[in-house]
């Protein structure tokens, strides 16, 4: 895997992208329904090799055709701080990691920059707990994947 759009923009190596790539090839290629959701999106590589992949599956006539959206949730604001019962679970990054690459906005443009339409980001309710600290949900909806 060598795309930089993908490489210089996760968090995973070569190994962990390999086992992404081959199960969403796999659900793209069985035609199974359903979106792509990234939690922890960090500057969405991750998700831009699921994008790319299904806009990929959607262009072959040998897949079938699956609407897809690919859905990136994230607060953008770095880790939060440890709390009291994490704190004996090994090694912990401090508060904020992670907050210094630029954002949703980033995230953004990396999806505009491959040709993806980007909505978002809006107000995630999932759950009490996400509803009430008001996270940040980037909706990347495409209309051809």
């Known amino acids: 895997m060598t795309d930089p759009l993908i490489t210089k923009n996760t968090m995973l190596r070569e190994g962990r992208l390999t086992t992404v790539l081959d199960t969403?090839?796999?659900?793209?290629?069985?035609?199974?329904?359903?979106?792509?959701?990234?939690?922890?999106?960090?500057?969405?590589?991750?998700?831009?090799?699921a994008a790319l992949l299904a806009r990929a599956a959607q262009q072959s006539p040998a897949c079938p055709t699956v609407s897809r959206n690919i859905w990136l949730a994230d607060s953008f604001q770095g880790l939060p701080k440890a709390r009291n019962e994490d704190k004996n679970k090994g090694r912990m990054d401090?508060?904020?990691?992670?907050?210094?690459?630029?954002?949703?906005?980033?995230?953004?443009?990396?999806?505009r920059k491959a040709g993806f339409a980007v909505a978002g980001p809006s107000k995630a309710a999932v759950g009490a707990e996400l509803a009430a600290k008001e996270k940040v949900c980037s909706h990347i909806q495409q209309s051809k994947v």
């Open 24 to 49: 969403w090839s796999n659900v793209l290629a069985r035609g199974l329904e359903g979106d792509w959701v990234e939690t922890g999106t960090y500057k969405g590589g991750t998700s831009m090799l």
């Open 94 to 111: 401090k508060e904020g990691s992670y907050n210094d690459y630029g954002g949703v906005e980033t995230v953004k443009h990396l999806f």
